[in-house]
């Protein structure tokens, strides 16, 4: 696998919009055929990949329905014959502190940021090892490495990290690569009408600002491709130092360096 495959395939999640739209961008301009899947309509992304010369397509999924799953494999299987890598990125945040999360959004949170990739996993992989190997990149976040106030988010990334930290070991037999990314805070859809939330926690971002969507795909493209070829179970943050440092860059900047 090369860093510029032409004759590679992979398959993104939540490629409609936000970071996924990102990755499907960059991967197809990288020579990927991308199959962007998505519960809302992609074909907007996969007309601009087309337009710029890229190989895309769009496939309508949901990612918490295993039965779906194997079908859109089926399908991939069918028009392309092979899949070499696969981002678990569709997830939804529910920013509601502990007590007020209800059964019904920590039940769906965890469906679609945990049960998804699992589902995913279990369908791509027979492909991907048919197709010689390949690597899956989940898109966890930093609340799953502390305690987010949001319960059913941080659980549900807090799994998924053991989730990767699992299927790499199953998988490496088959020579499937399964890594976690966790990116901070990134400008997208996802923010969506939370200013106040992300002004403040800018503030203890050490490098002063969200990350960029690319910022991401950068990572997603390096974990994809042969740079990482021996890294698996593995995890990289994306997060201008939040998880290292957020907390001594607060404190010291509130105490204005009068330590
Ligand atoms: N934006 C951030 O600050 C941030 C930080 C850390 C991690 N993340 C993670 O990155 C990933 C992408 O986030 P984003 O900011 O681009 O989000 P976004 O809301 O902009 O996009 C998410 C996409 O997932 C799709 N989706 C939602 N439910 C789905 C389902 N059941 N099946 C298939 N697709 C579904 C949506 O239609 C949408 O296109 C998510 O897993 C998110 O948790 C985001």
Redesign the pocket.
């Known amino acids: 696998m090369s860093d510029h495959p032409t004759d590679r395939v992979v398959l993104v999640?939540?490629?409609?919009?936000?970071?996924?739209?990102q990755h499907a961008r960059t991967l197809a301009a990288d020579g990927w055929s991308v199959v962007l899947?998505?519960?809302?309509d992609a074909t907007p992304v996969v007309e601009q990949i087309l337009a710029d010369g890229g190989r895309a397509s769009a496939v309508e999924?949901?990612?918490?329905d295993p039965a779906r799953w194997e079908s859109v494999v089926a399908g991939v299987r069918t028009t392309y014959g092979a899949l070499h890598g696969l981002v678990n990125?569709?997830?939804?945040?529910r920013r509601l502190r502990f007590m007020d999360t209800t059964h019904d959004v920590w039940r769906q949170v965890m469906a679609?940021?945990l049960d998804?990739p699992f589902f995913g996993i279990q369908a791509c992989a027979p492909l991907m090892r048919d197709s010689g190997g390949g690597s899956i990149v989940n898109?966890?976040?930093?609340?799953g490495q502390i305690g987010y106030f949001s319960p059913s988010?941080s659980t549900s990334?807090w799994a998924l990290r053991g989730l990767t930290k699992s299927a790499a070991g199953e998988l490496a037999g088959w020579g499937i690569r399964v890594n976690s990314v966790?990116?901070?805070?990134?400008?997208?859809?996802?923010?969506s009408g939370s200013d106040g939330f992300v002004t403040s926690a800018v503030a203890s971002i050490p490098f002063g600002r969200?990350g960029r969507?690319d910022e991401v795909t950068a990572v997603v493209a390096f974990l994809l491709g042969e740079g990482s070829s021996y890294m698996s179970g593995g995890e990289l943050n994306v997060d201008g130092a939040l998880v290292s440092n957020g907390t001594y860059h607060r404190i010291l900047t509130e105490m204005e360096g009068d330590l």
């Open positions: 999640t939540g490629a409609a919009g936000g970071m996924g739209a899947a998505d519960v809302a999924l949901d990612v918490t990125n569709a997830g939804v945040s679609i940021n998804g898109i966890s976040s930093i609340a988010y990334k966790h990116p901070g805070l990134v400008g997208t859809p996802l923010l969200m969507p």
